[in-house]
């Protein structure tokens, strides 16, 4: 049985691919260190899938206990989630998100090199493409200067797996996110932003059940069938299966180069506004909402083309936008 090793998998994304993970017959070891989610997040994993994961509560920075770990477990694969992850939030704290973002990810592949460890898989992101010149983004559309110091720092993240790859014949694969939302069918986890939400789905949830009194839209005077920003809204167990999808790729050594990189979105680009009012049908709801300012870092329309990542991981998305929305506000009124 392979083991694979996630980082950040309490978090968001890391908890879907971890139970994808489990499911598929993977022994997991996950470590987080909680700044963004909650321990109780690794009993919920646990009683979805019937066995508990392994799990350390660890800095990712912390170089000697990242050492220690390999020294205990022997692991087949690693899949990097733990980073800071909020647009906004970046531009105020720039040193803080290159740090905790490049020095995990240059710890980990230095292990990984001095270890003779393969098989990487590399949580990145659309925002590596800026404004797009065109739409739908693929895998061919230039890597513009970033838009946002999170966005910079997935593009140097993968800039660094690149070059350690090469050098070190790691095979790695990066998978550009566009943008996750929904919870699982069981309820059991979903997104859990800690705070003040920096993403429109949970934002939505929480106005919905009155914890914000109202939701504000960023703009409405973007070139766009609305005037508000476009993206490419994908359900969380859909992006889970793209990971499980590039690791056996790496582990069944189809990858055509040590690095890869791949579009991982619905293929379909939705407005703010067409969001709201897809949640409001679907869950017989009336939103409170404002226009205001535009937001610093945020680009005009990012949706993929997905016919890459169709093709070489043999995978796609299975789940609607409405479905999706639907789970988000399950999973809203099971926190209460």
């Not at 909680?34 to 899938?49: P, R």
């Not at 699982?184 to 932003?193: D, N």
């Not at 990012?302 to 995978?315: F, H, Q, R, V």
Request: hydrophobic share 40%; charged share 25%; proline share 3%.
């Amino acid at each position: 049985m392979k083991t694979i090793l996630v980082t950040g998998g309490l978090g968001f994304i890391g908890s879907h691919t971890v139970v994808e993970l489990q499911n598929e017959g993977f022994e997991v070891v996950i470590i987080d260190d909680l700044s963004n989610t909650t321990i109780d997040v690794l009993e919920n994993i646990t009683a979805i899938t019937g066995k508990k994961p392994t799990f350390y509560q660890m800095d990712t920075r912390k170089k000697e206990d990242l050492k220690a770990l390999f020294d205990k477990h022997s692991v087949d694969g690693i899949i990097h989630f733990a980073a800071y992850k909020a647009v906004g939030e970046s531009m105020g704290k720039p040193l803080e998100y290159y740090e905790n973002n490049l020095s995990s990810l240059i710890y980990l592949l230095q292990e990984m090199r001095d270890r003779n460890l393969d098989n990487f898989i590399f949580s990145s992101s659309c925002t590596v493409y800026g404004q797009a010149d065109e739409l739908p983004i693929t895998e061919e559309a230039p890597v513009k200067a970033a838009e946002s110091v999170y966005g910079n720092t997935k593009q140097i993240g993968e800039e660094i797996i690149r070059d350690a790859s090469n050098a070190h014949k790691i095979n790695s694969i990066a998978l550009r996110y566009f943008n996750p939302i929904g919870a699982h069918p069981t309820i059991k986890i979903g997104e859990l932003p800690l705070g003040v939400p920096q993403n429109l789905i949970p934002f939505i949830t929480q106005t919905a059940a009155g914890i914000r009194k109202e939701l504000s839209v960023f703009g409405d005077d973007y070139p766009t069938s609305d005037g508000t920003a476009v993206r490419d809204y994908i359900h969380v167990v859909d992006l889970a299966k793209a990971h499980i999808a590039a690791l056996k790729r790496l582990m069944e050594k189809r990858n055509k180069t040590t690095f890869e990189y791949f579009n991982i979105g619905t293929g379909k680009g939705s407005s703010v506004l067409e969001v709201i009012n897809a949640f409001e049908k679907v869950n017989n709801l009336k939103l409170n909402y404002k226009i205001v300012a535009r937001r610093e870092g945020d680009v005009t329309a990012a949706y993929a083309d997905t016919t890459i990542a169709n093709k070489e991981l043999n995978w796609k998305t299975e789940i609607s936008l409405e479905e999706a929305l639907a789970s988000a506000w399950q999973w809203q009124l099971k926190q209460g």
